[in-house]
Every structure is written in C-alpha cells, then in structure tokens.
C-alpha cells in the first residue's frame, strides 16, 4: 500500500485482518476502497461484513450491505447469467433480512453456475444465515468436494455455528477423508 494504494490492496489487507478476526482494523481500509472510484459491490459487501464484525460498529452494517446490493443488482441488469455475482446478491439480501428474495436470488444462482464450487460455498452461507443447516450443509459439501478451499471454510467466521454441528464434521469425514 505504500508503493501502490490500489483499491485492491486495501480489499486483499482487510481481508486478511477480517480472517485474523480483526474486523476492527479492516473498517477503515475497506472504508478508504469504497471512497475510491470504481469501487465495487465485493468491496462495499466486504465493508459490511467488517462493520457487522467489528464490535460498536453493527449499526454501519445495513447502509454497506443495501450498497453492495444495489451495486450488485446494477451489474446483474447487464450479465444476468453471472451465477458468482448473483450468489453474492443473495447473501447481501440475507444480511439485510430479505429471506426470500435471497433463498430466489440463490437458487438463480445455482442454476445459472450449478457446479460452481464458489456459488456453491455461497449458497451454503445463504443457507446458514437463511437458518436452512441442512441445506447449508450440503451445498457446503459440494463445494468442498467441488475443489473450494477447506482453510477459507473453516476461517469463515459466518459458519462458525455450522461447524460446531456434528454433521459438520461427519460430512468432512465423508467429503475430504478427514
């Protein structure tokens, strides 16, 4: 960042704190990305995401997430079959407590990119926060048995009920061999 201040190296620095549970530190160099030009629904998604984990900052939140999803929405107007950003509306409008919408804008998703281990880890956070586990669960064993990152698995913070579930680990057991 002190050679180049790129919108993407304050993104890829606010992500490592975010998995280092250091949301805090992650607000203000994800807030610096969104006040750049350009800068897009992930970046404001992930803003959202800091503030919610952030203690004193839950509040800020809603006006990331509703952000992200207009951003989101804008882009899905010119690619509508982009089944990757269309999962990452889903979880903007679960985050903002648009159930239904989000469980229509996930299953598009699928639809659209049905072996996609990335929609599929989505569609498990969709899931999960949709309070459908065992529909979580087995998108999430998709996705891993899809070649999606276990390490990203286990460091996200939004699955850390769904990790604690027995089912959890049998289904690791099953899906990786350990």
């Known amino acids: 960042l002190g050679i180049r201040p790129t919108m993407q190296a304050r993104v ?3 992500a490592v704190y975010i998995l280092q549970e250091r949301a805090a530190e992650a607000v203000p ?3 610096l990305a969104a006040g750049m030009k350009g800068a897009s629904h992930q970046v404001w998604g992930n803003l959202g995401d800091a503030y919610a984990l ?10 990331a ?7 989101a929405a804008k882009y899905l107007a010119l690619k509508p079959a982009d089944g990757a950003e269309r999962a990452t509306l889903a979880f903007y409008l679960v985050r903002l407590g648009e159930r239904e919408r989000a469980l ?6 699928l639809k ?4 996609d281990a990335r929609v ?3 569609s498990a956070l969709v899931h999960e926060e949709a309070g459908e586990r065992d529909r979580a669960l087995e998108t999430l064993a998709a ?5 999606y990152s276990r390490a990203i698995v286990d460091a996200t913070s939004d699955l850390a009920d769904l990790r604690r579930d027995p089912r959890y680990r049998l289904m690791m057991v099953e899906t990786t061999g350990r």
Do not use: H
């Not at 952030?54 to 006006?63: Q, S, V």
């Open 104 to 109: 229509a804008e996930i299953g598009r998703a």
């Open 112 to 115: 659209t990119a049905p072996g």
């Open 12 to 14: 890829n620095l606010a």
């Open 29 to 31: 160099v994800l807030e």
């Open 65 to 71: 997430y509703e952000r992200a999803a207009q951003l």
């Open 54 to 63: 952030a203690p004193g900052m839950e509040r800020k939140a809603r006006a």
């Open 120 to 122: 599929l880890f989505w």
């Open 143 to 147: 996705a891993i048995a899809g070649g």
